[in-house]
Each structure stands twice: as C-alpha cells, then as structure tokens.
C-alpha cells in the first residue's frame, strides 16, 4: 500500500506554515524516490501544534507536530512514514489531551477527511442524515431538529427548529435557505474550519434544510477574508452536484435542491441577519426593521430560513444519530455541543467541541493552560465584540447560554479571546465603542450617534475631565444603546462597555490614582 501523508490545507495551518512543510515533504519524496500520497484535510483545529502532519501507518493514524520544514529530512530519516519516533512525535491523534477531551458530532470528521472526497465522506457518515431525512416528511424533519433541542450557533441562540417549522408554515412560490458564514466576532474561526475541512457537511445540512422547508436554492454568504473556505466550498458544491446530492433530483429523490456561494464585501454588520439579505441582493448592507420576519420574506421577498454554518452543519448528526442522541448532550436549554473557540493571549489556541456545560475556568485553565505570556488571566471576551468582560471571579459560569445572560454576558459565536493582566479595561471598552461606531449601518441614532459620543466620553475620562460625571454619562448612554437600538450592534456593544466598568473599576479610575495603585 501507499502511504498517506496528511498535510492540513487548513488557512490557519498554511498561515504557520503548512504549505511550506509540504513542498518540503514532496521533495523529500522526490528525492528519496519514495511514492506516497499527500492528502491535503482540514485541521483537527489543536492551532498550537500546527502543521500538525500525521501519517496512516498499519496501527493507525500518528501525528507529528507543530512541524517545520527544516524537521522534514530527519522525520524521513527516524521512518516517519511508520510511525517512526521523532522530537515532533505526538502519538495517535485522538490520544493528544486536548483532542481526547472532546466530544466531537459536529467536527466528527474535520482534519480527519480528505475535504473534497465525497467517498471520504460517506465513509465516515457523511450522507446518513440525508438519507434519513428523505424517508421522513417535511414536517417530521423539523419536529426531529425541534425535538433535539439545536438553537442557533450564531449568537441569537433561537431555537433552529421553529425557525424552520416558521418557513414551513409559510406560503411561497420560492424559499431559501442562506447559510451565514460572515463568522465577524474576534476570536471565531469554527465557520472557517468546516467550510475548508469538511464543506460536504454544510452541504447536506443546507440540503435537509431545503427538504425540510420546501426551500429549493441556497446561498453561502463568506466573508471575502476567508478564499480558500470560498475556493473548498465552490469545488465541494461542484462534486456534490455531479454525484446527485444537489440538484433537480437530491439523491435520487422528488426533491430538488441546488446552492451557490457568495462573497461578501466585508462588514460586519452585514453578518446580521437583514443587512446580510440586502447585501446577497446587491444592496449596501443595511438592517431592515423587523417585522416581517425572514422567515416570511426574507431574501427577495420570499420566506427565508437564514442560519450559521455551524448550526446547519450540525444537523446532519442530528439527522444521522437521533434527536434524542443529540439532546442528551448539554445542560438546561442549551443541548448538544458547541465549538469552543479559544483565541488571544492562551498558551493552547483551537477549536474544543464539547457539551455545553463545562465552566468558563475548565476551558480557559485547563484545556487553554492559561496564558500564553504566563501572566495571570486578567479578563476573558466571550461572544465576540459585543460580548461582555469576564473576570476570574466569574469563572464558575457554566458555558450555557441562559448562564451568561445572567451574569449579564452572552456566548455569542462561542468565541473566547483570552487577556493577562497588562490588558487596559479601559482602552477596550473605548474599543468597542469604536468599533461600534466604524462598524454602524448608520440606520438607528443610538448606535450611529452614541458610540461617537462614547468614545468621545470615554476620552473624556482618560484626560482626567470630570471622570465621575462622564463615567455616569457613559452608563446613562449604554441605557439608550441598549434599549433604543434597531439591532444587536448598536445593543449589544453596552455589554463589553458597562462589563469592563462593573468589574474592573481600578482601571477607570483617573490617571494619578491609576499609577498609584499600580
Ligand atoms: C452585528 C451583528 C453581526 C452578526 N454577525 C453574524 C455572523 O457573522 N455570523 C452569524 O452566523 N450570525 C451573525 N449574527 C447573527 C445573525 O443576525 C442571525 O442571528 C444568525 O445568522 C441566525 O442564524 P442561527 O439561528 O443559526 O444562529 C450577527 C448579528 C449582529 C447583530
Ligand atoms: S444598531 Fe447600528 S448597526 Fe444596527 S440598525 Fe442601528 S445603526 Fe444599524
């Protein structure tokens, strides 16, 4: 037999080097006049040991990691290609500590799959959920997401089966399913990750999406930063649609469902949901008021199902396995798994799929190991850049969505961006009133207005003007933000803003007091 090589074509692996290891190793074959396949999957998302290059041998798949391309000669030289030892051996992938604790449905397959293999892919399950699906009626594919308790992994957290069963319910000559994979909030990259490591089960959930909705034509919205997810998914669209997975006839079914891929111009508004059907229609990406809902006449006027990529490639498994399988995974209202992902100043960066449940310190201490620079966790962003500041003392909060709300957080995208104690809680909350005032559709005038007086507010406090009654004024504003906001940029951003001033007051305090405390 050949041996396989895998090489992530991940664009977090390629940006540590993955694609340089790989000429490396090619040549390196070349030279040594060894035939052996390179296999180019998506990452297993452990970023801290990227390029992780991994080999199939006859006991099995072993990793080496993160490797360089000057370890190539002496990984060929120690048998590599069996498994041999080498100072980059880490053993079976799913034996390294921060893999074997996962419990991984929705990324069951990402970085293990050859991405654009469809054969890859029903091998390991891929197209069970489908086939599923088409036995059942529309009605009871939406009952089935209803009952496993699937809510919207783009940071509404609605639950996506009413979401469905509204569309459903809903005359239309036309419906659509568009998938959100503008993946905006700091820290987040799972989107990306399955797009590029396994597209086949965004298609199929997209896919059971339209059976189940009577939806017949979808769309991907990728933000422009993310080409090669573009480039996997518009090849993977192309095998699934010569395979007869879409199409007039979805494997071989009355059913006819086909998708396509679109680029956006780069906004982050336009991850909302309404701004993103303008900008799909080649309009400036502007937030309608609601009602209606999408649901009822969403893109181009017709009833929309509009979900993230995570929550719609979630339910292939979902599909495959059971509600009830899926449902018993998590704690309250939050069912199933989650991809965690763990970003910024952390000693082991990546994406951690896991039941919700697990508490803010397990992820950050134990499966994050803290800080990368080995200073103390001053504060953790969870959710994105409307998510709030949490202190150590909140690390007790269980990663569960009414938890957060109720330590006035959110999870958000679950995207956690990890600070040491020289972060300034200050200068990010005038961040984020900066990056709402940059980011701001300009439709509403709490956000368009209020987050310019916030910075300017904010400004205030740093030079020392009259900090207590601006620092009052800051608050007064998050109010009107909040409540008199027409969508969650311009209501959310208070959270990260009152968070930084409610739990680390020190850092708001005027600048001669500051320095003494220091
Ligand atoms: C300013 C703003 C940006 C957003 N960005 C995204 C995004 O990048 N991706 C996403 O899936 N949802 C984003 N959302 C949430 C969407 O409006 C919407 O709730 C989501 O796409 C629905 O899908 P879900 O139910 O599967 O989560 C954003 C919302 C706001 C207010
Ligand atoms: S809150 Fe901001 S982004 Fe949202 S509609 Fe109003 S102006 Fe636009």
Redesign the pocket.
């Known amino acids: 037999m050949i041996p396989r090589i895998y090489i992530p074509g991940d664009s977090g692996a390629l940006a540590l080097g993955a694609e340089k290891v790989a000429k490396a190793i090619a040549g390196e074959l070349a030279e040594r006049g060894i035939e052996a396949k390179i296999v180019r999957n998506g990452s297993r998302g452990a970023y801290f040991l990227e390029p992780m290059v991994e080999v199939a041998t006859a006991n099995g798949r072993v990793a080496y990691g993160p490797v360089k391309p000057s370890d190539v000669k002496s990984l060929f030289d120690g048998g590599f290609l069996t498994g041999g030892h080498h100072k980059r051996w880490l053993g079976t992938p799913d034996k390294i500590p921060f893999l074997a604790k996962q419990t991984r449905l929705t990324f069951a397959r990402c970085g293990v799959t050859d991405p654009l293999s469809l054969e890859s892919y029903k091998k390991h399950g891929g197209l069970n959920g489908l086939t599923n699906a088409l036995a059942l009626t529309p009605a009871d594919i939406v009952a089935q997401v209803t009952e496993s308790g699937l809510r919207g992994r783009g940071g509404a957290g609605f639950p996506t089966g009413i979401k469905w069963k509204t569309v459903l319910d809903t005359a239309g000559d036309r419906k659509y399913i568009v998938c959100n994979a503008d993946e905006g909030d700091s820290g987040t990259f799972a989107d990306r990750m399955i797009m590029e490591g396994d597209p086949f089960v965004l298609i199929e959930g997209m896919t059971i999406a339209g059976i189940a909705t009577g939806a017949t034509k979808g769309f991907v919205y990728v933000r422009s930063e993310y080409p090669h997810a573009v480039a996997v998914m518009n090849k993977a669209v192309e095998v699934a649609r010569k395979a007869g997975v879409l199409g007039a006839s979805v494997l071989g079914s009355p059913y006819a469902f086909d998708m396509e891929i679109r680029v956006g111009a780069g906004a982050y508004?336009c991850g909302?949901e309404t701004a993103l059907l303008d900008s799909l229609e080649g309009k400036r990406g502007?937030?309608r008021a609601k009602p209606p809902l999408p649901a009822h006449k969403g893109l181009f006027g017709k009833p929309t199902v509009i979900n993230n990529v995570i929550s719609l490639a979630s339910v292939p498994v979902i599909m495959d396995k059971g509600a009830a399988f899926y449902k018993d995974f998590g704690m309250g209202r939050s069912r199933g798994t989650i991809p965690i992902q763990i970003a910024g100043n952390v000693k082991y960066a990546g994406l951690f799929e896991a039941a919700f449940g697990m508490t803010l310190g397990e992820i950050i201490d134990d499966i994050g190991g803290g800080t990368a620079t080995g200073r103390p966790v001053k504060a953790v962003q969870v959710g994105g850049p409307l998510g709030a500041y949490f202190p150590r003392a909140l690390f007790d909060t269980p990663f569960d969505y009414e938890a957060f709300a109720a330590k006035d957080g959110l999870i958000g995208h679950a995207g956690i961006v990890v600070f040491d104690d020289t972060a300034d809680m200050l200068k990010q909350a005038r961040f984020a009133m900066e990056f709402?005032a940059i980011?701001?559709?300009?439709?509403?005038t709490?956000?368009?207005i209020g987050s310019t007086r916030g910075v300017e507010t904010i400004d205030r406090i740093v030079a020392g003007i009259e900090p207590e009654k601006n620092l009052a004024l800051v608050t007064d504003l998050c109010n009107t933000m909040k409540f008199g906001?027409?969508?969650?940029?311009?209501?959310f951003t208070p959270y990260p803003v009152m968070s930084s001033i409610t739990h680390f007051p020190d850092d708001f305090k005027p600048a001669p007091v500051r320095v003494a405390a220091e």
């Not at 980011?439 to 509403?444: D, I, N, Q, R, W």
């Not at 906001?485 to 209501?491: D, E, V, W, Y």
């Open positions: 508004v909302e502007m937030v709402c980011e701001s559709c300009g439709k509403c709490p956000c368009r906001s027409l969508c969650a940029l311009g209501g």
